[in-house]
């Protein structure tokens, strides 16, 4: 594969990088509407009166969570998987463009059309605004396309980058994911002041839209490597590339494929649900001025968009993926911790997180390339399925949980942060048990997670 990759237009170095800046943009725009909402949790808890929507810590948490709510339950993830090694990067692209745009949408529409006083009642969920529940619905089928368009971006990266530069890839495309995350951070507040609270959201529909449009010009570049690929291999390689249900038990069986995962899963757990809270937290117990506070979780993103590459590069060229995973986790936890400790010095604040945008550089740029090492390249689009539905679990369930804990800990004005944080710190000690566990299993099964990327 490597080989033939090699003679088509993906061995050429600007149709490559040309791919590269076309997808990430894509996904850059699904992570503005990922986290847009989060620094505005402020405004949504303020009154209806005083330019809010009245919600509550648990419902903002409720709201949080829905983004996984239809992969989880309804296996969104695993149909996107098997769509992406059936139908191919180009189909499923689009699809999941098609579908952040009208979930995007329909949040906006939730947020200024639906009034948020009248209420109803949700299983398990108790009694919530319907606004709430229109918002959350919205956030919910935007997260089908989120995620389809996540598995899709980095398969489309190893299908152009096999033998090539791939962790740098993967890392510039996390860095451009993590520019969409600190522009809505930061952004998003500042414009919700000036302009109001729907204005940030239309935004990110603008962008999502831009990103489909950018998208179909990546679909004609793909069709020329398809057809110079269909020149250049045989029938039977190309059976050999096929994926079959079958095959997947082979990977469901392998040790280091469920240490990806669950690695994943507690790291992001920790991480993205943190990040929902954080602008908040930064008003609460450190005393910033609100129309500053999403700046400073901003930081954790603005690292990363300089740090991811540069960990890539060290990571296609000296390998040490398995222990950059260890370092990271490590780093994720001792902060989380201090985070729970007593104090409200806003210069700890952005001191802890520039660390922790270092460990949100390190971790993920280790991460991703890892994967191919262990799944074959049929099975490729469904393992990134199974790995981003155990994740989209966590990332459902911690934020409502987050809400609750802070709901009960909060009195009047007052929010006690302490056990949302420990509970964090906690979620970050699994995550080093798992990640000292893959590096293990790599010395016994020589996974090459410890290799360079680049082959000669």
């Not at 522009?183 to 302009?195: D, H, Q, T, V």
């Not at 793909?222 to 057809?227: A, C, F």
């Not at 060290?314 to 989380?336: E, F, N, P, Q, Y």
């Amino acid at each position: 594969m490597r080989e033939q990759v090699r003679n088509t237009i993906a061995g050429k170095a600007w149709a490559r990088w040309t791919v590269l800046a076309i997808v990430s943009f894509t996904m850059m725009a699904g992570y503005i509407v990922a986290k847009e909402m989060s620094p505005l949790q402020f405004m949504l808890e303020k009154a209806v009166g005083d330019g809010g929507m009245g919600w509550t810590s648990g419902e903002f948490g409720i709201f949080a969570g829905s983004r996984g709510f239809f992969n989880v339950f309804l296996l969104m993830l695993f149909v996107g998987g098997v769509i992406l090694d059936k139908m191919g990067v180009r189909f499923t692209g689009i699809l999941s463009c098609v579908l952040m745009l009208v979930g995007s949408a329909a949040v906006y529409g939730a947020i200024t059309l639906a009034s948020p006083e009248p209420m109803m009642t949700v299983p398990l969920l108790g009694t919530v605004k319907r606004q709430v529940v229109l918002a959350a619905l919205g956030f919910a089928f935007f997260g089908i396309g989120y995620e389809m368009c996540g598995i899709t971006v980095s398969k489309a990266i190893v299908r152009w980058f096999s033998g090539k530069e791939m962790a740098l890839a993967m890392g510039l495309q996390v860095a451009m994911a993590r520019l969409g995350t600190a522009l809505a951070l930061g952004f998003s507040p500042i414009i919700a002041l000036k302009w109001g609270l729907p204005r940030p959201i239309l935004i990110g529909v603008f962008s999502v839209g831009v990103g489909l449009i950018a998208y179909l010009y990546y679909c004609m570049m793909d069709r020329r490597l398809d057809k110079e690929l269909g020149e250049r291999q045989s029938s039977q390689d190309a059976d050999d590339e096929k994926f079959h249900f079958s095959d997947m038990m082979l990977t469901i069986k392998n040790p280091g494929f469920w240490g990806i995962t669950l690695l994943c899963l507690f790291y992001y757990s920790a991480l993205y649900p943190f990040l929902d809270f954080a602008t908040k937290l930064m008003i609460s117990k450190y005393g910033v001025d609100a129309g500053l506070a999403g700046l400073i979780p901003a930081i954790l993103p603005f690292t990363s968009i300089v740090l991811t590459p540069l960990f890539g590069a060290w990571c296609d060229k000296k390998g040490r993926g398995a222990t950059m995973m260890v370092i990271g986790s490590v780093m994720l936890t001792v902060v989380l911790a201090v985070f729970a400790m007593p104090g409200n010095s806003s210069w700890l604040a952005v001191t802890l997180m520039c660390v922790l945008g270092i460990a949100f550089s390190l971790l993920p740029a280790a991460l991703w390339p890892a994967v191919p090492k262990i799944v074959p390249m049929k099975q490729l689009g469904t393992s990134y399925s199974i790995i981003y539905y155990i994740q989209n679990i966590g990332l459902m369930l911690i934020p409502v949980l987050i809400g609750k804990v802070l709901e009960r800990d909060t009195v009047g004005d007052q929010v006690d942060y302490t056990m949302s944080l420990v509970i964090f710190a906690i979620i970050g000690v699994c995550a080093i048990v798992t990640a000292t566990a893959l590096l293990w299993l790599d010395r016994r099964r020589h996974y090459g997670l410890e290799d360079p990327n680049i082959v000669d």
